[in-house]
């Protein structure tokens, strides 16, 4: 799938891609008998006016940060029309992110948020109502996704929307000083997906990850320069979107999804990083890649087809700056884990990962080592050894963060 603009190329909420494909696909194609064109987009003081030449079916509405804007699409309509921008609204463009689906774009010059929107009962005019918002607010509703706009009456029953699934309760963050940068660990797998299995001593990757997060929770709360909060504590289940989500939701500076990897020779062994990339970086990128963006098979919500409809444009969905500092990152970890961990020659590689795709969170995805290795699993599951896998991630964090304050420091005051 392939975004055509008439302005430049849009830039959505990654967080939310995954969860619109499985969730609002089938709604969003509208009958045959649903069809117009955008004949006129007008902003007026706190309200979009939206007209089309014929009746739609539906329309939603979300924001994206950095650069700001509203993006609306509407169901069962084509792109056109006149368009005049004003208030907040600095330009607007129109666009198609698929063949049925007309997406309107307004880029803001100041923050605003939608506060409410209706079709009118003909399904030819899409009215919505606007706020400026403190940057705080704005972030909140980007974090929110999608907001569905009611379709018009048909005396037709209209189809059961299922109700949103609603977002996993926030773990609490330590450490005292909210000043300090804070990084969300995520222990892979839990609950009914146990990850992979040590075929040595029966150990479930899932028990392994969480005794990992949580060493390198402890060690990086001793060094008293970051904040830490883990997405899971005990065994429970969580969706991909949500792991990453609650990083988002917290407002994290890194993110670190720590797992065990597996492999059909025992002899592979060593400690990996991947980072997001549209392409894998090796076949064994792509391997692992296919199966951890599975998990949510597992709670009945299969993303995985959806991977292959958006590979294309995952890099535009993806700040760059943030992918180089993903990438920055994993370097930076792979340096600081030789002589402490064992590690593979390749140690950072790319892979198209469900877990990584938060657009403006730096993020990595840490294999701690093989499972199927016999060397490593004895390794991971020792005191010491996740004693040094803690203090390999508490090194390479404390530099990061030092380089992150040393570039704002230098840069030119705006």
Same mark, same amino acid.
């Not at 994206?64 to 084509?78: E, F, L, T, Y």
């Given at each position: 799938?392939?975004? =055509? ?10 967080? /939310? ?33 939206? +007209? ?16 700001? +804007? ?13 368009? #005049? ?11 198609? @992110? ?22 009118? !009962? ?39 929307? !299922? #109700?949103?699934?609603?977002? @996993?309760?926030? !773990?609490?963050? %330590? ?18 997906? @146990?990850?992979?299995?040590? !075929? ?19 060690? %990086? ?23 990453? *989500?609650?990083?988002? /939701?917290? *407002? ?11 492999? @059909?020779?025992? =002899? ?22 296919? +199966? ?21 444009? %995952? ?28 590690v593979k020659p390749n140690f950072h590689r790319m892979a198209s990962l469900v877990v %990584?795709?938060a657009p403006d969170m730096p993020s990595i995805l840490f294999e701690a080592g093989y ?23 508490? /090194? ?7 380089? /992150? ?10």
């Open positions: 799938m392939r975004l =055509g603009w008439t302005g430049p190329a849009l830039v959505p909420n990654i967080a /939310r891609v995954g969860f619109i494909i499985a969730f609002f696909a089938a709604w969003f194609g509208g009958p045959a008998a649903w069809a117009g064109t955008v004949q006129s987009v007008r902003v007026d003081p706190g309200r979009i006016v939206i +007209r089309l030449d014929s009746r739609v079916a539906s329309a939603s509405s979300f924001v994206v940060n950095d650069p700001r +804007r509203i993006a609306v699409d509407i169901a069962g309509a084509s792109p056109g029309g006149t368009v #005049a921008a004003s208030g907040p609204v600095a330009r607007i463009r129109q666009g198609r @992110p698929d063949g049925d689906t007309a997406r309107i774009v307004f880029d803001l010059d100041r923050p605003a948020v939608i506060t409410g929107g209706r079709l009118d !009962p003909a399904g030819q005019s899409l009215t919505l109502t606007f706020e400026a918002v403190d940057d705080r607010r704005f972030a909140a509703a980007a974090a929110r996704g999608r907001t569905l706009i009611a379709g018009p009456a048909t005396g037709v029953a209209a189809a059961a929307v !299922p #109700a949103a699934r609603p977002a @996993p309760p926030l !773990p609490r963050i %330590l450490g005292d000083d909210p000043s300090r940068p804070l990084v969300v660990i995520d222990a892979g797998h839990g609950g009914r997906d @146990p990850g992979t299995i040590s !075929p040595f001593d029966g150990t479930a990757e899932k028990a392994m990850t969480l005794a990992l997060a949580r060493a390198m929770r402890d060690r %990086l709360l001793a060094t008293g320069k970051v904040r830490v909060a883990l997405t899971r504590d005990d065994d429970r289940y969580l969706l991909l979107q949500d792991r990453f *989500g609650i990083a988002r /939701r917290l *407002g994290a500076d890194l993110f670190i999804s720590v797992h065990c990897d597996s492999a @059909p020779h025992a =002899g592979a062994s060593g400690a990996t990083a991947y980072t997001l990339s549209e392409i894998a970086s090796d076949k064994e990128a792509a391997r692992l890649a296919a +199966r951890e963006n599975k998990a949510d098979i597992i709670a009945g919500i299969d993303l995985g087809g959806a991977e292959s409809d958006v590979r294309s444009i %995952l890099i535009d969905l993806t700040q760059r700056e943030t992918m180089n500092l993903s990438a920055a990152f994993a370097r930076l970890l792979g340096r600081e884990a030789e002589g402490l961990i064992p %990584l795709k499972l199927t290795n016999e060397a490593d699993a004895r390794f991971l599951a020792s005191a010491d050894g996740r004693k040094r896998m803690a203090e390999t991630v508490a /090194r390479a964090v404390e530099v990061h963060f030092a380089r /992150r304050l040393a570039s704002r420091e230098a840069a030119p005051a705006s």
